[in-house]
């Protein structure tokens, strides 16, 4: 009984093999892969498949140097040019606003407003919130680039304010440099 039901399962399965059915060796009908048009490239053409896309990264990381000067001052490892765009870079992608430029002098004019207890405590007695213009200056130094900020003059701070009567700003262009420099170093997105 045991042999007869083996045999009869080997002839089902020669029987399953033996059967051809069209629909499987036919491809005709299937839906085939589109042609693509190459180019040629020239002979003496070298391909680099070595070479990656450049991606955007946050952050400049150790290219910014924070000098432990006063007052204080970044060094940024890159050429004046290369500097003066990620500078620029950085600042719009901030919440500096960018309100002149000097591209001869390397020179930026922005409104920074102060941060932490000292600006709650200002903006707590001032109930105008006068907006402080400081100039940022970037200036070549043995390939790299030094970067200093300072408070502009009572002239420009007066051009940016609409009453036309600047109360007496309070210095924070320290807080601005290093605001400056945690956002070259970690924040900044290049291409």
């Known amino acids: 009984m045991k042999s007869q039901l083996i045999l009869v399962f080997a002839c089902g399965l020669v029987a399953c093999g033996s059967i051809e059915n069209s629909r499987y060796r036919n491809t005709a009908m299937l839906e085939k892969p589109p042609t693509l048009a190459l180019q040629?490239?020239?002979?003496?053409?070298?391909?680099?498949?070595?070479?990656?896309?450049?991606?955007?990264?946050?952050?400049?990381?150790?290219?910014?140097?924070?000098?432990?000067?006063?007052?204080?001052?970044?060094?940024l490892k890159q050429s004046i040019s290369e500097s003066w765009r990620t500078v620029g870079t950085a600042l719009r992608q901030s919440d500096i606003k960018i309100t002149d430029t000097d591209k001869a002098k390397y020179s930026y004019y922005v409104s920074y407003k102060l941060q932490g207890i000292l600006k709650n405590i200002l903006s707590a007695l001032n109930e105008e919130e006068t907006k402080t213009v400081y100039l940022v200056?970037?200036?070549?130094?043995?390939?790299?680039?030094?970067?200093?900020?300072?408070?502009?003059?009572?002239?420009?701070?007066?051009?940016?304010?609409?009453d036309e009567n600047v109360m007496q700003v309070t210095d924070d262009s320290e807080g601005l440099v290093e605001s400056l420099y945690h956002l070259l170093r970690d924040d900044v997105k290049t291409e």
């Open 137 to 162: 200056t970037l200036t070549p130094q043995n390939g790299d680039t030094l970067i200093q900020a300072s408070l502009a003059n009572r002239n420009e701070q007066r051009s940016q304010n609409a």
């Open 40 to 75: 040629k490239t020239p002979q003496n053409a070298v391909i680099d498949d070595s070479i990656e896309p450049k991606k955007q990264v946050g952050g400049l990381d150790e290219k910014v140097v924070l000098l432990d000067e006063s007052p204080k001052k970044l060094v």
